[in-house]
């Protein structure tokens, strides 16, 4: 069973451009969380989503941030117009259901550099 | 949500037992405990969780005193694959709110030889 998928592993992005972020999760999981992580900082929500959904967006910028979970395909973190503040490995987490925090698995993230 | 409190960094040894204590004083009576762990670039990934007195498996134990105002993660007999950085998170796990986890410092333990 193959774990939480991201792609690109590294993002190299200059300034205005855009970045897109992919996530798939494990099989069977229907629930994704986005997070982000400065260097030396802990990660930082910022999305959950269901198929189709946004659950709880509360911890995205209000301005060029958004995430989608289609029915099919994988996840989609865009961030539209980089700044160099974006420069940030960004995770991916699933679960199967909604119940329980300790079934959230993580994926090898994205590291994206906004030159 | 509760905020914990937890040492910056720690250095062991090879075949020495390290214990990483976390504080919340706040934390809530619906609240759990969990900790995970955070290789040099890769995800976090969930070790042990709990709410009150003693949690054993495979990889650590977790003691938890009556108060619940702090916890103690135990790793037995670490190797130098144990260098990460541990995270305490308290939460409901049980709530919608909860599964958006939230993140301290951490706790970087460095396994000598």
């Known amino acids: 069973n193959a774990g939480v998928m991201q792609n690109p592993r590294h993002l190299v992005r200059r300034r205005g451009q855009e970045a897109r972020l992919r996530c798939s999760p494990m099989k069977g999981h229907s629930h994704v969380y986005w997070y982000r992580q400065l260097p030396e900082e802990g990660l930082k929500f910022m999305v959950y989503?269901?198929?189709?959904?946004?659950?709880?967006e509360s911890g995205m910028p209000k301005e060029r941030f958004s995430a989608e979970f289609p029915k099919e395909g994988p996840s989609i973190l865009r961030i539209q117009q980089v700044v160099r503040g974006d420069s940030a490995a960004y995770f991916c987490?699933?679960?199967?259901?909604?119940?329980?925090?300790?079934?959230?698995?993580f994926g090898p993230g994205t590291r994206l550099t906004v030159l | 949500l509760a905020k914990t409190t937890q040492p910056i960094s720690m250095d062991s040894y090879e075949g020495q037992e390290v214990n990483i204590t976390c504080s919340h004083n706040?934390?809530?009576?619906?609240?759990?405990i969990t900790w995970y762990q955070q290789f040099p670039s890769q995800g976090p990934r969930f070790i042990i969780q709990g709410y009150k007195t003693k949690v054993t498996n495979e990889v650590a134990s977790l003691f938890i005193p009556a108060d619940r105002k702090s916890s103690t993660l135990s790793l037995p007999r670490v190797s130098l694959s144990d260098t990460a950085v541990y995270y305490c998170?308290?939460?409901?796990?049980?709530?919608?709110?909860?599964?958006?986890?939230?993140f301290g410092g951490g706790t970087r333990v460095l396994v000598k030889p």
């Open positions: 987490a699933s679960s199967p259901d909604w119940t329980r925090a300790d079934t959230q698995y």
């Open positions: 989503l269901q198929k189709e959904n946004i659950i709880d």
């Open positions: 998170l308290v939460g409901d796990p049980f709530k919608a709110a909860g599964n958006k986890l939230t």
């Open positions: 706040n934390i809530a009576t619906n609240d759990y």
